[in-house]
């Protein structure tokens, strides 16, 4: 099925040059001058191997048709990770690199989406917003609430995100998994 690239979107497949790839991180550029274009990181799904691919917004990309099951993440074993398939309960591995960078968001029981190709797992997408909780947060400066200035924090992950200055260690916080932001205090 054809789409525009600006639709591409992390852990999409799709086909180019005659291989499948699975799309790790995308960067839509807005230049001064000129059109806008896309910049996609992907790697082939076969061999593993990464590139980096270049399209206007306007061009149109093959998105291969994949079947996508609910799973649910189990537990990491070193470089592996584990996910049961909720309708026939059917554990598989993945490696962490088939995740990418959204593996530091798995956390035990949470529901992910995950594609297969001819029954081989290629890809998974994780939810758009996580809850994780503040583990570092660097104290207030007087005078910095005035404006709209974020302060580096830790969460449990291990990941280094801007935060509001209001936000404290210990804190609960929704974060966006495409882009790493914070979005909002947890509810």
Not at 16 to 35: A, F, M, S
Request: charged letters at 25%; hydrophobic letters at 40%; glycine letters at 8%.
């Amino acid at each position: 099925m054809k789409i525009n690239a600006n639709l591409i979107r992390p852990g999409n497949i799709i086909e180019h040059n005659g291989k499948q790839w699975g799309v790790l991180k995308i960067q839509i550029v807005q230049p001064g001058k000129g059109g806008a274009f896309i910049t996609v990181e992907m790697r082939d799904i076969r061999t593993g191997t990464k590139t980096n691919e270049r399209w206007r917004t306007a061009d149109t990309v093959e998105k291969c048709n994949v079947e996508e099951k609910d799973c649910t993440f189990l537990f990491a074993d070193g470089g592996d990770l584990t996910f049961m398939d909720q309708e026939n309960f059917e554990q598989f591995n993945l490696s962490k690199e088939v995740v990418g960078e959204p593996a530091a968001f798995l956390q035990d029981g949470m529901v992910v989406a995950v594609d297969f190709i001819e029954g081989v797992p290629v890809s998974v997408a994780l939810p758009e917003k996580v809850i994780m909780t503040v583990v570092e947060a660097d104290p207030v400066v007087k005078g910095q609430t005035a404006s709209s200035s974020y302060k580096p924090a830790k969460l449990e992950n291990g990941l280094k995100i801007l935060v509001p200055p209001f936000i404290a260690e210990g804190e609960k916080i929704v974060v966006n998994t495409t882009d790493v932001s914070y979005v909002e205090r947890a509810k």
